[in-house]
């Protein structure tokens, strides 16, 4: 998997906060099919954008999700 192999890239630039909080997803993901497999499902079938708003094409990564959210707060 390509991320497990960032996950040492990013320990060696000084990315400390990445490689933990990477090696966690890297975890939970690898559970997912076991865990969740309807959301497995979903995700391998394409439905990785989260929609805030009923616009088209307004879909957003997680990761840019979590980032507005966060600096909204």
């Known amino acids: 998997m390509t991320f497990s192999k960032m996950l040492n890239l990013f320990a060696a630039t000084g990315y400390s906060s990445y490689a933990k909080s990477g090696r966690l997803y890297l975890q939970m993901m690898l559970q997912l099919p ?3 497999p309807l959301v497995y499902d979903q ?3 394409g439905f990785h954008v ?3 708003s009923n ?3 307004a879909g957003l990564s997680t990761d840019l999700t979590i980032k507005q959210v966060l600096m909204r707060a």
Do not use: M
């Open 34 to 36: 076991d865990k969740y």
């Open 43 to 45: 995700l391998s079938n």
């Open 55 to 57: 616009r088209y094409w």
């Open 50 to 52: 989260v929609l805030r």
